[in-house]
């Protein structure tokens, strides 16, 4: 469990907010902020709940992501700087997103791939993923180019998802 004295629950942007479309930046060190942002992010993911999530949803605009698709939260994953160097095969999944609530459709994209990115206290690794994780950092590593999953649907579906979210969103307020 996270030490509530020191982990905030983040706000998450919903879609067609436009600061999803923000082109996050390199994070130059990896300093305790940057270590208490992911400490949050994951903590902002288990309880949404989420299997993934990018600084860009909470609306910070650096390249930092977090994932966990363990069945009890037990595999975290802090990726900082996250690159894919190598994918390979394709696979179909039925995604979802904490930024478009409600909404679940089907992408493809490679089905392995091999990630560099830098970890929680600065240190660069390597890591082989493939399905759901493979899927889910790709996913992530979209958001950090301002990219979302309904940009890889037909823009009629897009353009409906749009409308029903902004919908709801004005009866949140
Ligand atoms: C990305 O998405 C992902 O609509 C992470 O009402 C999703 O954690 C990658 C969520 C699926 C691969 C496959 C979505 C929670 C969570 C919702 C998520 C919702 C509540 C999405
Ligand atoms: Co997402």
């Avoid at 609306?59 to 037990?74: A, F, G, M, P, Y």
């Avoid at 394709?90 to 830098?118: K, M, N």
């Avoid at 579906?157 to 409308?163: C, L, N, P, S, T």
């Amino acid at each position: 469990m996270p030490d509530p004295t020191t982990t905030s629950l983040l706000a998450i942007l919903e879609f067609p907010d436009a600061r999803l479309r923000t082109k996050a930046t390199t994070i130059k060190d990896v300093t305790h902020t940057t270590a208490k942002l992911a400490n949050d992010m994951l903590a902002t993911m288990y309880e949404a709940p989420g299997i993934g999530l990018a600084a860009t949803q909470v609306n910070v605009h650096e390249r930092l992501i977090v994932c966990d698709v363990s069945e009890d939260k037990s595999a975290p994953l802090v990726l900082i700087n996250p690159k894919v160097i190598e994918g390979a095969g394709t696979i179909d999944t039925q995604e979802g997103c904490l930024s478009v609530p409600g909404f679940y459709e089907t992408v493809t994209r490679p089905e392995q791939i091999h990630v560099e990115a830098i970890d929680q206290n600065g240190n660069p690794f390597e890591l082989e993923a493939d399905g759901l994780l493979a899927v889910c950092i790709q996913h992530e590593i979209d958001h950090l180019d301002g990219k979302l999953f309904v940009d890889y649907l037909s823009p009629t579906k897009r353009q409906m998802i749009r409308k029903k979210l902004l919908k709801a969103q004005k009866y949140k307020l």
